[in-house]
């Protein structure tokens, strides 16, 4: 280090990170050259904005004006997509084949058996 550096001079009494600019994680390549001692004056001129942006009109001004006359209509008819012989089949299908996996469970436990006892024999 050398103390008569100005650049290190600038930098004193900030740690590392904050010397550093922004960058998109996992590349060396800065997106953008703000530094970090700039992130609260671009915060706070993106905070007034917004507000500014929030005072020209409420959402609730816009939920008003929406027709939602027809919603349960609607809510219901997707809770009845699926017709009901096709939730039966798939119901079925569901419990062969947690009939089947026993099966076949059942089937590796013999297979095992079966190995020892050949293991035995010979």
Do not use: C
Request: charged share 35%; net charge negative.
């Amino acid at each position: 280090e050398d103390p008569m550096d100005p650049a290190q001079k600038q930098g004193k009494g900030r740690s590392h990170s904050q010397r550093d600019e922004l960058q998109r994680p996992g590349t060396s390549i800065p997106t953008e050259s703000i530094q970090a001692d700039d992130v609260l004056r671009i915060l706070r001129e993106f905070l007034r904005d917004f507000d500014k942006l929030r005072s020209e009109g409420s959402p609730r001004e816009i939920q008003d004006v929406r027709d939602n006359s027809k919603d349960r209509e609607y809510w219901e008819s997707l809770a009845h997509v699926i017709p009901e012989r096709t939730l039966k089949l798939w119901d079925a299908l569901g419990a062969a084949l947690l009939e089947y996996h026993k099966v076949l469970s059942r089937r590796s436990e013999l297979f095992s058996e079966v190995t020892t006892l050949q293991r035995q024999n010979s």
